[in-house]
């Protein structure tokens, strides 16, 4: 492990960080609200920390990435990304602790939505708008970003592509790592901008509607309002973010093979099908199942399609208080915090490309036991998945059931109730926001313990990086030359 080599670029990406509060800052001089100082001095102090880390372990041009320092730069980055980006909420007294402001950050950089904010609306409107952004950042991912600059440095980005991108097979779109990076942000960034209009169609304001296709994107789910998107009560901004959360929820190397003119490519796709299917079926069931709590089959669905897709996706959004609904209805939203959404996209949880290959392994299994001597492959749109990669899937199930059980454990042994402990874990772990019982979507993770907060900012990480990236970082093998 090269130090030098890993510190200069958590360098380069705090440096990128702290050029970006130029955002909030310029909000903050428009609104003329009290926050420009505490940007200004959070800039300075992330600018300053990159700065002396980038050249005091400047690296040569011709030097080359091993795995490892992948690996690392990724990680160490988001921890990082989080503590600096908690800065301005420190030191604009958003929160009366440096915990709450490091969970919020991290909520944020990791597309979580879990909020530890009691009034929203309070805010300033700078500090809401660094909120929203850091989970734009955060959808796509820092490190890829970062890839585009890779080049400049002579150094090859092709092993923090594979740590950062949350797919069990990485899409890699052309040839040079770069170009990839690029195409997957202009994408992002076009179907953020989309949004943006549609939703000020539904007389939502500039503002609105900015920061909340900056956090539905990146299927992050922080809102302006105390109430989500519930405050609107509007069927055409729900039916708007629906689209585009469903648009975020699908691997965005398909949204690229569309923009090439091939318009069935989201069909052609297994996964895609797989998760468009299994979103409708549920919403249909749960939409029967509440039917009764509501005076009409259309509001039944209105509800019922929305909590769904913002569960599935794992955006978080709530436009109805599901804790009110039957509990048949809570389970099923609890069952799909661990699926996800498609691998390639930015949705958190287990995504649908593993559970796909998880479920062809297990009837691969049973035929043996009728067919010993058979002999059969498990393919994915009709290419056969090569056992390295079905190892692997199988590992990070395993870790990611036990890493939950545990952490279940360990926050309820701090006095939390079980469903409460349960369902935060598996939304923080799955990258969702709300859960169940006093982390609910009317309520927030305000009331939880000081070191129940911090076990919550672990399990987000460890969501958002796929788990092995996080957690190698605790294998002594790792660190030895």
């Given at each position: 492990?090269?130090?030098r080599y890993t510190l200069c670029f958590v360098g380069i990406l705090s440096v990128f960080l702290g050029l970006t509060m130029i955002i909030p800052l310029i909000c903050s001089l428009i609104t003329q609200d009290d926050s420009a100082r505490s940007i200004l001095l959070s800039a300075a102090i992330t600018e300053t920390f990159g700065l002396l880390l980038f050249f005091g372990f400047r690296i040569r041009n011709n030097d080359y990435i091993s795995p490892r320092e992948g690996i690392?730069?990724?990680?160490?980055?988001w921890i990082a990304a989080g503590f600096f980006s908690a800065l301005p909420f420190y030191f604009g007294h958003v929160f009366e602790t440096f915990t709450d402001a490091f969970f919020e950050s991290v909520s944020g950089i990791t597309t979580t939505g879990a909020s530890v904010m009691t009034n929203i609306e309070g805010v300033s409107s700078s500090l809401l708008l660094w909120r929203?952004?850091?989970?734009?950042?955060g959808g796509m991912g820092i490190i890829v970003l970062s890839l585009a600059i890779l080049p400049l440095l002579?150094?090859?980005?092709?092993?923090?592509?594979?740590?950062?991108?949350?797919?069990?097979?990485?899409?890699?779109?052309k040839p040079r790592i770069r170009d990839t990076a690029m195409i997957l942000w202009k994408v992002y960034a076009g179907i953020t901008i989309a949004e943006i209009v549609f939703l000020m169609f539904g007389d939502m304001s500039f503002y609105d509607a900015l920061n909340h296709a900056l956090t539905t994107m990146p299927?992050?789910?922080f809102s302006t309002k105390n109430l989500s998107v519930a405050h609107y009560d509007s069927v055409y901004i729900e039916t708007v973010i629906i689209a585009f959360m469903m648009l975020a929820g699908i691997n965005f190397s398909l949204h690229y093979q569309m923009l090439l003119g091939k318009p069935l490519a989201f069909w052609e796709d297994s996964e895609c099908r797989f998760f468009i299917s299994f979103v409708l079926i549920v919403t249909l069931i749960v939409t029967i199942n509440i039917y009764p709590v509501y005076d009409s089959f259309g509001k039944a669905l209105r509800y019922a399609s929305f909590q769904v897709v913002s569960i599935v996706t794992t955006t978080g959004y709530g436009s109805a208080d599901y804790e009110l609904w039957p509990s048949m209805s809570q389970m099923i939203l609890l069952l799909c915090m661990f699926?996800?959404?498609?691998?390639?996209?930015?949705?958190?949880?287990?995504k649908c490309m593993r559970i796909m290959i998880?479920?062809?392994y297990c009837y691969k299994e049973l035929i043996s036991l009728i067919h010993p001597r058979a002999v059969s492959h498990i393919k994915l749109n009709a290419q056969p998945v090569s056992s390295d990669v079905v190892s692997s899937v199988l590992g990070f199930l395993g870790l990611f059931v036990g890493l939950f059980?545990?952490?279940?454990?360990m926050l309820a042994a701090m006095g939390v109730d079980l469903v409460t402990a349960f369902s935060a874990v598996a939304s923080a772990i799955g990258n969702i926001g709300p859960g169940l019982g006093t982390v609910g979507p009317t309520e927030n993770y305000a009331s939880l313990p000081a070191m129940g907060k911090w076990l919550l900012v672990w399990c987000m990480l460890l969501g958002r990086l796929e788990i092995y990236t996080i957690i190698i970082l605790l294998v002594p093998e790792f660190w030895r030359k």
């Open positions: 492990m090269r130090w690392a730069i990724v990680a160490l980055g929203s952004f850091i989970q734009w950042l002579g150094v090859g980005g092709m092993q923090m592509y594979k740590a950062e991108v949350p797919s069990p097979i990485p899409d890699k779109l299927t992050g789910g699926i996800g959404a498609s691998a390639g996209s930015t949705g958190g949880g287990m998880y479920f062809k059980a545990l952490s279940s454990v």
